[in-house]
């Protein structure tokens, strides 16, 4: 019992235990020396020994729901994460130091930032001279060679400006408008700028958004998130297929399904998709200009929007991602 006692004052954690009442049974030492925890917390009902409103309103949050719970706050100028495991007799919650972690997230950001910000303008240059010596060139030969560096530019382009929206995303420095979004003009939009890659797979886009159909959102984020699944749908797609879009409402909220009747993921894949550079097949993906930067964007902009998006897929036959947003 003693070493327990010895490890539990000496860890770089904090721990604190409430009973069914709400009173503290227990704090450890790391609580008290973070001034999160007074120091005669014993018996005493969690919300008046607990020194943060947040973490206090979290508890009352986890307890009442009787759900396990995770919270971040700040405290005396040091950022934290809570994670309240909810037991029938007793809740064990524990407090870790998220400050250093948080920092480093924020110099990778700003380090990813600024280099895509560095090299947006030489590439801009680089693709300005190559197109005008490819106006110029008249030998079909080197203009073949000139339209393939020029293609390779162009990948470079979008990876940076890919790298650039999605870092201001992940910091939340970006700010979301709420405009009221029509969203089957939206679509149409989206599949106005894909009309000669459709035609050319022979796949057939279909825009079943009902007449009228509103959203609460920012239109430009909206339009990139939407025209990347839509893009997407297309690309991972089999000649003289479909892709579909619907919109219904459930649960006070919008969903919104981009559908095709493509390749498909394969199970094993889907946890992952939305995660950074993630390709199921890279060898495909980099052929038709992928980065794996699509999904992770579209997922940042339906947590912007206080949304979510979820996909369903069978291999072979065809995917649906569905996007949750604001109705109001
Ligand atoms: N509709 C789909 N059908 C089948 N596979 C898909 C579909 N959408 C995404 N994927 C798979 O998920 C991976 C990640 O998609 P994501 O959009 O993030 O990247 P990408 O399309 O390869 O590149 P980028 O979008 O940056 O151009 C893709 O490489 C592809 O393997
Ligand atoms: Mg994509």
């Known amino acids: 019992m003693s070493l327990l006692k010895e490890f539990l004052s000496q860890v770089g954690e904090g721990y ?16 008290i020396r973070r001034g999160l925890l007074k120091r005669d917390f014993e018996g005493k009902p969690y ?4 020194n943060n409103l947040t973490v206090v309103s ?65 590439i801009a240059v680089l693709k300005s001279l190559l197109e005008t010596l490819y106006e110029e060139e008249d030998r079909e030969e080197k203009k073949a060679f000139l339209e393939k560096v020029l293609k390779r530019v162009e990948d470079m382009r979008r990876l940076v400006e890919d790298l650039l929206i999605l870092t201001k995303l992940e910091s939340g420095e970006e700010r979301i408008k709420r405009e009221d979004i029509n969203l089957k003009m939206l679509i149409d939009e989206i599949f106005e700028l894909f009309e000669s890659q459709a035609l050319e797979t ?50 006070g909220v919008a969903v919104v399904e981009v559908n095709d009747t493509g ?5 094993d894949h889907l946890p992952f998709i939305f995660e950074r550079f993630y390709r199921v097949d890279p060898s495909r993906s980099r052929e038709m200009g992928g980065t794996g930067l699509g999904l992770s964007i579209v ?8 949304g979510k998006v979820e996909v369903e897929s069978e291999e072979g036959k065809g995917s649906t991602f569905r996007v949750y947003l604001p109705l109001e």
């Open 202 to 251: 022979k796949i057939d886009l279909k825009n079943s958004v009902e007449e009228g159909f509103k959203i609460k959102g920012d239109w430009d984020k909206l339009f990139l998130l939407f025209k990347n699944l839509v893009d997407n749908a297309i690309k991972y797609n089999k000649e003289g297929g479909k892709v579909e879009v619907k919109a219904y409402k459930k649960d």
């Open 47 to 50: 919300y008046e020994c607990v």
């Open 299 to 306: 997922k940042h902009i339906a947590l912007s929007h206080g």
């Open 58 to 122: 979290c508890l009352a949050e986890a307890l009442s729901e009787k759900s396990d719970k995770l919270c971040n706050f700040d405290h005396e100028e040091r950022e934290y994460s809570l994670y309240a495991f909810v037991g029938s007799d007793l809740t064990v919650v524990r407090f870790s130091d998220i400050t250093d972690l948080r920092r480093y997230e924020r110099s990778r950001r700003e380090f990813v930032a600024n280099v895509s910000h560095e090299l947006k303008t030489p």
């Open 16 to 31: 604190l235990l409430i009973d069914k009442e709400g009173r503290v049974v227990f704090g450890n030492d790391f609580l």
């Open 263 to 267: 390749i498909g993921i394969p199970k």
